[in-house]
């Protein structure tokens, strides 16, 4: 193979369409660092760098408010509690954040992509010719013969039958809607699948949560459903960090989940099982 060929091989290892990158420059979707530094907001950038474009200041706003909503929830959440242990045993504050980002599972943090994948399913329906109604209780049969009976993004262990922040995050969508930066189509579906579920669980209220709110934004904004995941560890790696700092502050050495004078209950097990 020739220097030339092995030159290009080299070059074409990796491509990308993100970064533009050589001595003396630097370049994100063809715009200079330069002329985004001090004239774009950390949102923007991250949507710039993941979705290729550059939102408008009323789409910035709407997306800047899930990120903002989704940053912490206290030591009893997994990805916190998890951090905060970390910080005990010695870790950098980049080791402490990842320990969190790692927790962001189906569960937890990271239903918002499940609960955008309804949504969009619905809307595929809507598309079909269903009406909102029947598309919503065609699309929550499929989301339980895939997943199972409980619905990501509906319900809270701690927040009953309200999240406090799920109306105020609806209410930004709403009002975006009105002004025309979003079409409010997954707002009324989101509110749609909660009123079924309501229904379904004999008239009792039941929570949209964090990840059910956040993902009717992030479908508004036209993200594709894994992103809510992603979106979502951006968000919460903000409140990972911040707890991380403070354990390390306050100190302590290899914190489990509980008081050392609270030990877990022993059970046997059964020669019947």
Request: proline letters at 6%; hydrophobic letters at 40%.
């Amino acid at each position: 193979m020739s220097e030339q060929n092995d030159s290009d091989a080299i070059r074409h290892w990796w491509r990308t369409s993100i970064i533009d990158m050589e001595p003396g420059k630097i370049a994100f979707r063809g715009q200079p660092i330069e002329e985004l530094i001090g004239n774009v907001s950390f949102p923007q950038m991250i949507w710039l760098m993941v979705a290729g474009g550059m939102p408008s200041k009323d789409e910035a706003r709407l997306f800047e408010a899930a990120l903002v909503a989704g940053v912490d929830h206290g030591p009893q959440a997994p990805s916190i509690a998890a951090a905060r242990m970390a910080a005990t045993c010695g870790v950098g504050l980049n080791n402490a954040m990842a320990t969190a980002v790692n927790m962001l599972g189906d569960v937890h943090g990271g239903a918002g992509e499940q609960c955008a994948e309804l949504y969009y399913g619905i809307a595929a329906k809507m598309d079909d010719g269903q009406g909102l109604d029947d598309a919503v209780k065609t699309g929550l049969d499929d989301w339980r013969a895939k997943y199972g009976k409980i619905v990501s993004g509906f319900g809270h262990r701690f927040h009953k039958p309200v999240d406090p922040r799920a109306p105020r995050l609806m209410e930004l969508v709403r009002q975006a809607a009105s002004a025309g930066t979003v079409s409010g189509r997954f707002a009324e579906i989101g509110e749609a699948v909660q009123a079924e579920l309501g229904v379904q669980r004999g008239g009792r209220a039941i929570a949209m949560n964090i990840d059910g709110a956040t993902a009717v934004i992030f479908c508004e904004l036209g993200f594709p459903a894994p992103l809510s995941r992603g979106l979502f560890c951006l968000s919460r790696s903000v409140g990972a960090l911040a707890h991380a700092w403070e354990q390390m502050n306050q100190g302590g050495r290899n914190k489990g989940p509980m008081p050392p004078k609270y030990l877990p209950l022993y059970e046997p097990k059964s020669d019947l099982e």
